[in-house]
T-cell receptor
């Protein structure tokens, strides 16, 4: 079984930084992914961590601690178009992704 | 930029009818997946497919569901006898040479069962 937890909602101001936390308890671990999903659209890939540490990719950074079962996604220099749902997903084995319920981020002017 | 495509974008059907959802994965990708998302809920894995066979499936993927790669480009999900609770957005995804790459999702088919 699997348990992937992330906050339901977060609000931030344009230009600010927001950190979205994800904790997981899964039967296996073969990588953690962050996806962005705008309402009614498909998830789009943001970042991938399989080793501990920070991965930086422009305005996005993602951190992983496997021993703690913890990851965060950092959104920097927030733009209005960053308002979306952010999905934490764990690959437990070779194939499937198990998703958290998503964090809805609202960016205010 | 290559992308996963899905047809139709919206399908309305009567309970008990068969539906086929179609996907064209990215052309050099070898691993294919179906996920579904019931409105307001999380994305759920249904099935993965590699080398012309199912590599993994979830408990949701029962005997009413089947997948097929009928030719070199299409990947289909068939639901034999739809139920009301099958109403959801169905996403196809594909990944590259190994399963360790990110999965690219298509735009989805919204299935409404009446």
């Amino acid at each position: 079984g699997q348990n992937i937890d992330q906050p339901t909602e977060m609000t931030a101001t344009e230009g600010a930084i927001v950190q979205i936390n994800c904790t997981y308890q899964t039967s296996g671990f073969n990588g953690l992914f962050w996806y962005q999903q705008h309402a009614g659209e498909a998830p789009t890939f943001l970042s991938y961590n399989v080793l501990d540490g920070l991965e930086e990719k422009g305005r996005f950074s993602s951190f992983l601690s496997r021993s703690k079962g913890y990851s965060y996604l950092l959104l920097k220099e927030l733009q209005m178009k960053a308002s979306a749902s952010y999905l934490c997903a764990v690959r437990e084995d070779d194939y499937k992704l198990s998703f958290g319920a998503g964090t809805t981020v609202t960016v205010r002017a | 930029e290559p992308e996963v495509t899905q047809t139709p974008s919206h399908q309305v059907t009567q309970m008990g009818q068969e539906v086929i959802l179609r996907c064209v994965p990215i052309s050099n990708h070898l691993y294919f997946y179906w996920y579904r998302q019931i409105l307001g809920q999380k994305v759920e894995f249904l099935v993965s497919f590699y080398n012309n066979e199912i590599s993994e499936k979830s408990e949701i993927f029962d005997d009413q569901f089947s997948v097929e790669r009928p030719d070199g480009s299409n990947f289909t999900l068939k639901i034999r006898s739809t139920k009301l609770e099958d109403s959801a957005m169905y996403f196809c995804a594909s990944s590259e040479r190994t399963s360790y790459n990110e999965q690219f999702f298509g735009p989805g088919t919204r299935l409404t069962v009446l």
